[in-house]
C-alpha cells in the first residue's frame, strides 16, 4: 500500500481524543491577559497556605474541608476573599471535589465569583488561567495531586469558565487549551458533566473546534507509553465493567476535518468519531532514576524525548464544528485496554495525499489502534501513486500485525506506463509497467513482517485479468509471490517472482514473433517472472497443470503438465541459482544450454524458448501445410534449437501420424532446420495409401533427413523388417541395416513423361542378412498364395535413375545369395493339354542361388546374376525338375512397370520370358545332361538353343554314359525333348 504506511501515521493521528487520554500533562501556558472579576481590596487578609489543618480563621483567607448532603469531601481554599451580596469574591481559589467513586475534579483560577455557604462552594464563575483536573484513584488511597501525578486523567485549560458542584457541569464560553508533554488542543465553548456516583464524564462537548495538535513516535520507535501488541490488558467486545482506573469514551469532530501529519494530509472529512480510554498517564519512575523522571514530569517533558528526538513526528487535527464525547457503554470487537484507541473518519469524499505524490480517497475509514487495522471503504476507494499506478476498489482493510491487506469487491490497478517518471527510490513497488490487474471479489496481500513495509504475497479471486506488454492472463484465482530485489541499491524492495493462477486458467503472450502468441489454458499456471526492477515484466517459465491446452499457428498441444521456458528480445544478466522449491523439475530429459536465466529488460516482447508437455501429451504440429500429430508420455520443444524430443513409456510409446504416415518409438527427435528425424531405440513406421500398407520394424534406431536439393535419407538399424500389404499381397524385406533416399515430388518440366508425380524412393540400402519376401494371395478371402518370391543375400541396393530421359530402377544383391520364385497358379489355357517334355519356366517352384551378383531392373524386368549360379526349375504339374548351372544367367520377365506396381494393388506376375546362361553352363533333366558355353530360352517358340565358342562344343550326355558332342548350335524342343543339330561330333557309346 502506501509507502512505509504513511497512512497508518495519518490515521492514528485522528485519535483526537488524545487530548483527553493518559498523557502526564506539565508546566501550563503562561495565562493570557483578560478581564477578571473586580479585585478584593488590599486590606483583606491572605490565607496561610502552609497550614494543613482541618480549617483555617477566616481572617487569615479560606481553607476549609467539609461533606455535602452527597457525603462527598470538599476541599476549598482562597489567598483573598471577600462578600459580595450573596456571592464571595476569591483570589486564587481551589476547590476539590472527592466522589465517593473515586474520582476528584480539581478546579483552579486567578479569580471567581462563588456561591459558598458556609465555605462550601456549591457554583461560581472563575475568570483567568481556569484549570480543570480530573484524578482518579481506588476508593480508600490516598491521591497524588501533585503535577506529575500518575493519577491524574485530564487536564484543561480556559479563560472563564462556570461550575456547578450540585449538577456536577462546568460550562465554558471562552477559548479552550490543552498544551502538554505531547499535546496542544485549542477550541472555542465547552460543556462538561460528569458522574459522580460512576467517578467518570459523562458529556463533554466543544462548541467550535481549532487545532489538535499532538507529538507522536515514528513508525518502529520505541514507545513507552504504547501498547500496540496484543499483550495488553484485554477485555474487548464483552460486558464485562471497565477496569476501575480506565474509562471509555466516544468522540466526535464534525465539519470538515483536516489531518496535518508527516509525509501525509487527509482533507474533506465530515466527521471523525474516536472511541478512547482516559487513564493515569504513566507508571510510577524507575527506581534508578526517579530524579530524572520526576524533573521530566514537573517540567512538561518526557525523560526519553532527548534519546528519541529524531523519532518525534508531529500531527495536527484542525476542524470547523463541535467536539463531542461520551461514554462508551460497549468496546468494540478486539478492544486491546486502556490505551487503545478506534478511530472512524466520514465523508463524501475524504482524500488523503502523501509526501510522495500520492493520493487516496474513500468515503470511510477506520483505525483500531491495539489490532492495527485500518478499514477503508468507498465508491470506490482510490489509490494514485507514481510507483503503484492507479488503484480502484470499494473496500481496503490493512492488518499490520498480521502483516496482511485485503481489497474487497470488484477492483482494478493499473501500473505507471514507461513515461511515467517513478524516479529511483528503493522502497518503490517492485510492480512492472503498463501492467493491468482486475477482480471481481477480493485480493489478499501478505507483508514480509508486521512493520508492512515490503510486499511478499498478492492473492486476487474472482475472474482475475492480467494485461501488459508481454502476456495477457485470466484465472478464477490469481497469486503474487514477491521476492527481495537481489540489485545493491533495491535492497529494500520486493520484485514479482512468481504468478500461480488457478480455475479456467488462459494465458496468452504478447509477441511479433512470425509464428503468432502462444496460448495456454489449464486448471492451474504458475509463470514466473524475472526481476522487474525496471521496465515490464517479462515471463521466464510457465508451468501448468490440470486440464491443459496450449494453441499457437503452428502448435496445438493437449497435455495435464507442460513447462514454457522465455527469453526476452534484449539483454541478458548473469544466470541464477534456481531454487529447487519453486522451480518445476524437468526429468530424464538433457538441459537446455540456456536453463535458469532470468532474463529482463527494457522490453515489451518475449520469445518461447523451449515448451515441455509431460504426463500423456497429443499434439497437433504444422509442418510444411500438414499437419503432423503427436502422441507421447512427455514432448520438450526446443526453439531456439528448433528440436522436439518426444518421449514414451514401455506401454505408451511415441505416436507421430501425418496424412497416410505414423511413426512409433520409445522417443523420437525431431530437428526442424535440418528436417531430420530420430527415432534411437527400437520402434515403427507405417504407411497406409488407399486399400495398402507399409510397415517397418527395427530394434536399434532409425534416422530420416532431408539432403540436398529436398532429398531425404531414412536409415533403419538393428533386425529390420519392412512388410508392405494390399489387396491380395504381401511383401516382407528384412535386415540388419537399411537405408531410402527419398527425392521428393518432380515439377512438370523435371519430371519425364512416364515418371511419377508422387515422392520417390530413388535408393535402397539394405545390409546384413537381407531377406526379401512377396506373396500374392489367389483372392482377397483366400489364404492360398498364388506366387511367391524370396530372395537372400548379404546386401541388397535399389536404385531408381534418369538414363538418357528414361527413368530407371534397379535391384541388386552384393555377395553370395539365394531367390525361390514358386508360381502355385493353376496353368493358363494355352498350356492345358501341352503337358511338354522340358519346363525350364512357368509354374511351380524355381530356385536360384549366387555367389557374386544379382540384379533386376524392376522396370523392364531383366535378372541377371553372376558366379556360380544354380537354377533349379519342379513344374506344378509333377514333370522331372530342371537343373542348371552356368556362370552368368539373365532373364527377361515379363514387364510390370517398376516398383510402383507392387505397391500399387495386385503385385506384378514376373513370368519368365527368355533365360540366358553363360559360362560353363551345365543342365540336368532326368537321364539327360547338358554341357555347353551359351544357353538361351524363349517362352515364344520353346526351344532351348545351345552353343558354344569354335574351340569348345555341346556335349550331350545320357545316364547310359552315351554322350554326344556338337560343335554346331543344338536346339533342344521343350516340348518333345528331343534335340536338333547340325554337324555332329564325337560321339561316345559307353562300354558294353
Known amino acids: 500500500m502506501l509507502r512505509k504506511y504513511r497512512l497508518t501515521i495519518a490515521v492514528t493521528a485522528v485519535a483526537v481524543a488524545v487530548v483527553l487520554l493518559g498523557i502526564r500533562f506539565g508546566r501550563l501556558p503562561e495565562p493570557t491577559e483578560h478581564r477578571g472579576i473586580d479585585p478584593i481590596k488590599g486590606g483583606a487578609p491572605r490565607a496561610d497556605t502552609s497550614h494543613d489543618g482541618p480549617a483555617i480563621d477566616a481572617t487569615s483567607g479560606i481553607f476549609a474541608r467539609v461533606r455535602d448532603s452527597k457525603h462527598r469531601l470538599i476541599e476549598f481554599n482562597a489567598e483573598r476573599a471577600a462578600p459580595v451580596g450573596p456571592h464571595l469574591q476569591v483570589e486564587h481559589p481551589q476547590v476539590r471535589v472527592h466522589h465517593r467513586s473515586g474520582l476528584i475534579v480539581q478546579i483552579e483560577s486567578e479569580s471567581g465569583r462563588l456561591v459558598a455557604p458556609e465555605n462550601h462552594p456549591r457554583e461560581g464563575d472563575l475568570t483567568g488561567a481556569v484549570r480543570i483536573s480530573f484524578f482518579k484513584v481506588e476508593p480508600g488511597r490516598t491521591p497524588d495531586l501533585s503535577a506529575g501525578s500518575k493519577h491524574r486523567i485530564v487536564q484543561i485549560l480556559l479563560e472563564q469558565a462556570h461550575f456547578d458542584n450540585d449538577l456536577n457541569e462546568i460550562t465554558s464560553d471562552s477559548g479552550v487549551h490543552v498544551k502538554g508533554r505531547r499535546v496542544e488542543f485549542e477550541g472555542h465553548g465547552m460543556h462538561l458533566v460528569y458522574n459522580d456516583i460512576e467517578g467518570r464524564i459523562d458529556r463533554l462537548r466543544i462548541e467550535r473546534g481549532r487545532y489538535l495538535r499532538f507529538t507522536t513516535r515514528a513508525a518502529g520507535a520505541a514507545d513507552g507509553d504504547e501498547t500496540t501488541g496484543p499483550t495488553a490488558s484485554t477485555g474487548a467486545g464483552t460486558d464485562d465493567e471497565p477496569d476501575t482506573d480506565v474509562q471509555y469514551y466516544e468522540a466526535r469532530f464534525e465539519d470538515n476535518v483536516r489531518i496535518d501529519s508527516p509525509g501525509a494530509r487527509i482533507e474533506g472529512a465530515d466527521r471523525i468519531d474516536v472511541v478512547f480510554g482516559l487513564l493515569a498517564?504513566?507508571?510510577?519512575?524507575?527506581?534508578?532514576?526517579?530524579?530524572?523522571?520526576?524533573?521530566?514530569?514537573?517540567?512538561?517533558?518526557?525523560?526519553?524525548?532527548?534519546?528519541?528526538?529524531?523519532?518525534?513526528?508531529?500531527?495536527?487535527?484542525?476542524?470547523?464544528?463541535?467536539?463531542?464525547?461520551?461514554?462508551?457503554?460497549?468496546?468494540?470487537?478486539?478492544?486491546?485496554?486502556p490505551r487503545d484507541h478506534l478511530v472512524t473518519v466520514s465523508g463524501s469524499s475524504v482524500r488523503i495525499d502523501t509526501d510522495a505524490d500520492e493520493h487516496l480517497t474513500a468515503r470511510k475509514l477506520v483505525y483500531h489502534h491495539h489490532e492495527q487495522i485500518v478499514d477503508l471503504e468507498g465508491d470506490p476507494v482510490t489509490v494514485a501513486s507514481p510507483r503503484l499506478g492507479r488503484l480502484a476498489v470499494p473496500a481496503v482493510s490493512i492488518h499490520r500485525l498480521a502483516g496482511t491487506s485485503q481489497l474487497t469487491g470488484q477492483g482494478r490497478l493499473d501500473t505507471p506506463d514507461e513515461s511515467s517518471d517513478a524516479g529511483t527510490d528503493t522502497e518503490a513497488p517492485g510492480l512492472p509497467e503498463s501492467m493491468s490487474i482486475s477482480w471481481t471479489r477480493r485480493v489478499d496481500l501478505a507483508f514480509t513482517d508486521p512493520t508492512a513495509s515490503l510486499l511478499r504475497q498478492i492473492a486476487f479471486q474472482g475472474d482475475v485479468r492480467i494485461t501488459d506488454p508481454t502476456m495477457k492472463l485470466r484465472a478464477d484465482r490469481l497469486g503474487i509471490a514477491l521476492q527481495a530485489a537481489a540489485a545493491p541499491n533495491q535492497e529494500h524492495r520486493h520484485a514479482i517472482h512468481t504468478v500461480n493462477a488457478s480455475g479456467s486458467v488462459a494465458f496468452e503472450t504478447v509477441t511479433e514473433d512470425e509464428k503468432g502468441p502462444l496460448s495456454v489454458r489449464a486448471d492451474q499456471v504458475t509463470v514466473q517472472l524475472p526481476r522487474a526492477d525496471a521496465g515490464h515484466a517479462a515471463a521466464s517459465r510457465l508451468a501448468a497443470s490440470g486440464e491443459v491446452m496450449v494453441r499457437r499457428s503452428d502448435l496445438e498441444l493437449d497435455t495435464s503438465d507442460l513447462e514454457v521456458s522465455f527469453v526476452s528480445n534484449e539483454k541478458d544478466v548473469e544466470p541464477e541459482d534456481v531454487n529447487p522449491d519453486t522451480t518445476p523439475a524437468t526429468e530424464d530429459r538433457d538441459p537446455a544450454p540456456d536453463e535458469g536465466l532470468e532474463n529482463w529488460v527494457d522490453s515489451d516482447r518475449v520469445t518461447v524458448q523451449r515448451i515441455v508437455a509431460r504426463d500423456g501429451v497429443h499434439a497437433r504440429i504444422d509442418d510444411e501445410d500438414e499437419v503432423l500429430d503427436v502422441k507421447a508420455d512427455r514432448i520438450e520443444v526446443d526453439e531456439q534449437r528448433r528440436r522436439i524430443d518426444l518421449y514414451g513409456v514401455k506401454d505408451r510409446p511415441v505416436t507421430l501420424a501425418r496424412g497416410g504416415m505414423s511413426l512409433a518409438g520409445g522417443r523420437v527427435i525431431v530437428e526442424r532446420d535440418d528436417e531430420k528425424i530420430e527415432v534411437p531405440g527400437p520402434g515403427t513406421a507405417k504407411f497406409t495409401r488407399d486399400d495398402q500398407t507399409l510397415e517397418v520394424t527395427w530394434s536399434k534406431s532409425m534416422t530420416y533427413r532431408k539432403q540436398e536439393n529436398q532429398a531425404g535419407r531414412a536409415e533403419f538399424i538393428g533386425d529390420v523388417v519392412t512388410v508392405a500389404r494390399s489387396r491380395l499381397d504381401t511383401t516382407r524385406l528384412s535386415a540388419d541395416r537399411l537405408a531410402l533416399d527419398i527425392t521428393p515430388r518432380a515439377t512438370d518440366e523435371q519430371r519425364p513423361t512416364d515418371a511419377p508425380e508422387a515422392d520417390q524412393v530413388r535408393r535402397i540400402a539394405a545390409n546384413g542378412r537381407v531377406v526379401f519376401e512377396a506373396i500374392q494371395r489367389i483372392a482377397k478371402e483366400s489364404d492360398r498364395p498364388a506366387t511367391r518370391l524370396l530372395i537372400k543375400g548379404p546386401s541388397l541396393e535399389y536404385d531408381n535413375t534418369v538414363e538418357n530421359g528414361r527413368p530407371v530402377e534397379r535391384i541388386r544383391f552384393t555377395g553370395a545369395g539365394k531367390m525361390l520364385y514358386e508360381d502355385l497358379r493353376d496353368p493358363p489355357p494355352e498350356d492345358i493339354g501341352r503337358a511338354g517334355k522340358v519346363r525350364l519356366t512357368g509354374r511351380g517352384a524355381t530356385a536360384f542361388a549366387w555367389d557374386r551378383r544379382f540384379e533386376l531392373d524392376l522396370r523392364r524386368n531383366d535378372l541377371y546374376m553372376q558366379d556360380q549360379v544354380w537354377m533349379l526349375h519342379e513344374p506344378a504339374n509333377g514333370q522331372p525338375p530342371i537343373e542348371l548351372n552356368c556362370t552368368e544367367l539373365s532373364a527377361d520377365l515379363k514387364e510390370t512397370g517398376g516398383v510402383r506396381s507392387w505397391t500399387a494393388g495386385d503385385a506384378p506376375k514376373p513370368e519368365i520370358q527368355s533365360v540366358t546362361a553363360s559360362g560353363d553352363v551345365a543342365i540336368r533333366h532326368e537321364e539327360v545332361s547338358v554341357f555347353t558355353d551359351r544357353l538361351r530360352y524363349t517362352r515364344r517358340d520353346r526351344f532351348i538353343r545351345l552353343t558354344a565358342p569354335s574351340d569348345r562344343s555341346t556335349v550331350i550326355q545320357y545316364s547310359d554314359e552315351q554322350s554326344f558332342t556338337y560343335r554346331d548350335a543344338v536346339r533342344w524342343n521343350v516340348e518333345t525333348g528331343e534335340f536338333m543339330a547340325g554337324r555332329p561330333g564325337a560321339i561316345r557309346v559307353g562300354a558294353e
Open 281 to 337: 498517564s504513566s507508571t510510577e519512575p524507575t527506581s534508578d532514576e526517579p530524579a530524572r523522571a520526576g524533573r521530566a514530569a514537573a517540567d512538561g517533558e518526557d525523560a526519553n524525548d532527548g534519546e528519541n528526538a529524531e523519532a518525534a513526528q508531529t500531527v495536527v487535527v484542525e476542524w470547523d464544528g463541535p467536539l463531542v464525547a461520551v461514554p462508551c457503554r460497549k468496546l468494540p470487537q478486539g478492544w486491546g485496554g
